[in-house]
């Protein structure tokens, strides 16, 4: 059974920093392009990062560009999200997902979330 448990979010201040992990077990990750996605109050639910299977390719939400580094290690099957100046904007629920290319047939894994909170 497929399973996508993330950690490290909590509390700090504006300017801090974070870092998200998102362990998976039961995927073959070597397959799976890898997501954080976020959700704010209120707010729908709106990606944040995304990296191509084998780590090569990344791509970022504007908001968070130059900020935020996604990255992975499949051997480990951890996908991770460090996030530096955070600012109160950042505020969320932060999700990891994964979905395989080509099979999307297959759907969407979804972890239950971490909570990251900025503080002015």
């Known amino acids: 059974q497929a399973q996508l448990v993330e950690s490290g979010g909590g509390e700090v201040r504006v300017g801090g920093s974070l870092n998200l992990s998102c362990i998976t077990t039961?995927?073959?990750?070597?397959?799976?392009?890898m997501e954080w996605y976020r959700q704010a109050p209120g707010n729908q639910r709106e990606l944040v990062a995304r990296i191509s299977d084998d780590g090569r390719i990344t791509d970022y939400a504007d908001s968070v560009k130059d900020r935020f580094t996604i990255s992975r290690d499949n051997k480990k099957r951890i996908l991770y999200l460090q996030m530096d100046r955070l600012r109160t904007e950042d505020t969320a629920v932060y999700i990891c997902?994964?979905?395989?290319?080509?099979?999307?047939?297959?759907?969407?894994?979804w972890g239950r979330g971490t909570q990251v909170t900025v503080s002015s």
């Open positions: 039961g995927l073959m990750l070597d397959f799976y392009t």
């Open positions: 997902n994964a979905y395989w290319p080509g099979e999307r047939w297959r759907g969407d894994y």
